[in-house]
């Protein structure tokens, strides 16, 4: 059982935090995996403008025109409203698949978002596949509006690997006690307890590194600060830093802030 003076001294640190601007700050490494989000525009797709025929006299063909022109209008719309209709058609799951993550690499998460939702929509999507557009959806949407707002898609694929980091560092980041004990469990579980653990992501578009993973496996320990959990956050860092010495980096905050907070030895 932890005794008083060892709460008082976390509940300092977590004062210490606020003072400096760290309990921001430390986040910047969540951030910081992301490509910077594109503004949030339109889909791209101009819904035509319809004719508006105001006499009845003067239209008999006139109106027969527009409700020619209005059914071929609104065929092509349902064609193409969410590229379901053409897609459906055109491009197999994986070819739809595969687009999204082109779109993502080229930091252009909502069209992508869109893709992603396609397959998740159509009834020939394999079981794997709609695994990865839950995965990808996570991934899109944690770009385009922060991390914890594709929580709810890495839940539903946390078989895949990239998801359950996108996961751990959804609820790091949600800095609960509960969520932070649960994202050490989800790391250690990947293998992460071990400093030498290293990890090969599907998609490049995903740019968490080796070093972020163990320094926000480091973060995590310090601040569950069970037994022995100093020691395997300084472990945790010690082997991030030596990895990425940079100071501005996200790894560089991170160690900079545990410094701050009084982690020895490091």
Partial sequence: MRNISEDWKRINGMKKIKEFGFSIAIFVFVIGIFVSSIGCG????????????????????TYTNTNTNTNTNTNTNTGTNTNTGTNTYTETPAQVLNDAWTNMDSNSPSQAITQFQQVLSRSDSTASQIQDAHN?????????????????DFQQSQSLDESKLGYAAGLVQQAQPSSIRQAINILEGMGFNDTNKTITLTHPSIAFTNPEIHALLAYAYFWRADTGDSDKAKAQILAARAQDSSTTSSVGQIYNALVKLGLSGI
Wanted: aromatic share 2%; net charge neutral; glycine share 18%.
């Fill in 42 to 61: 339109g889909n791209g797709r101009q819904v035509l403008e319809g004719e508006n025929p105001t006499s009845t006299d003067t239209s008999t063909l």
């Fill in 136 to 152: 990808g959806l996570g991934w899109a949407r944690a770009k385009s509006n922060g991390i914890n707002s594709g929580m709810s």
